[in-house]
């Protein structure tokens, strides 16, 4: 089930595991799936898109830079119609594993999925996975 709103944030945050990551307007993580870099359309669908809930604005609404935010925000177009918002070219999405502003439960998970952070670095060798029981 896609995240949306009218007026989507995204701003930068400390996290005590990870360091300087990007977040919600809730402090949730906003999370790049591997996959996306260079594709032409999110490539988290279906069920997938379920566990990794993608961050979608409104039709006609543009996501809103928050604190520490330098790279270029922008939407590219789902399979659903629905409109995912980018940083850097990558796609967001949140965790449905974590709960609480602050969680970083989808770091590393199958090596495919991490932190986005506020320099649009996308890692290029995957990191040893975390045990998580379900997901993509």
């Given at each position: 089930?896609?995240?949306t709103?009218?007026?989507?944030?995204?701003?930068?945050?400390?996290?005590?595991?990870?360091g300087?990551?990007?977040?919600?307007?809730n402090?949730?993580?906003?999370?790049?799936?591997?996959?996306?870099?260079?594709?032409?359309?999110?490539?988290?669908?279906?069920?997938?898109?379920?566990?990794?809930?993608?961050?979608?604005?409104?039709?006609?609404?543009s996501?809103?830079?928050?604190?520490?935010?330098?790279?270029?925000?922008?939407?590219?177009?789902?399979?659903?119609?629905?409109?995912?918002?980018?940083?850097?070219?990558?796609?967001?999405?949140?965790?449905?594993?974590?709960?609480a502003?602050?969680?970083v439960?989808?770091?590393?998970?199958?090596?495919?999925?991490?932190?986005?952070?506020?320099?649009?670095?996308?890692?290029?060798?995957a990191?040893?996975?975390?045990?998580?029981?379900?997901?993509?």
């Amino acid at each position: 089930m896609p995240v949306t709103g009218t007026n989507v944030y995204v701003m930068e945050a400390n996290n005590a595991k990870l360091g300087t990551i990007l977040v919600d307007k809730n402090g949730m993580t906003l999370y790049i799936f591997l996959p996306d870099k260079n594709a032409a359309s999110p490539t988290c669908n279906g069920a997938c898109a379920t566990i990794w809930p993608p961050l979608t604005v409104a039709a006609g609404a543009s996501p809103i830079a928050g604190q520490g935010v330098t790279g270029v925000l922008s939407t590219i177009k789902r399979q659903d119609g629905t409109m995912q918002v980018t940083y850097d070219g990558m796609p967001l999405y949140l965790y449905s594993g974590d709960k609480a502003a602050g969680d970083v439960n989808g770091q590393g998970f199958l090596g495919k999925w991490f932190a986005a952070v506020p320099s649009g670095a996308v890692p290029t060798a995957a990191p040893a996975a975390t045990a998580t029981p379900s997901g993509y």
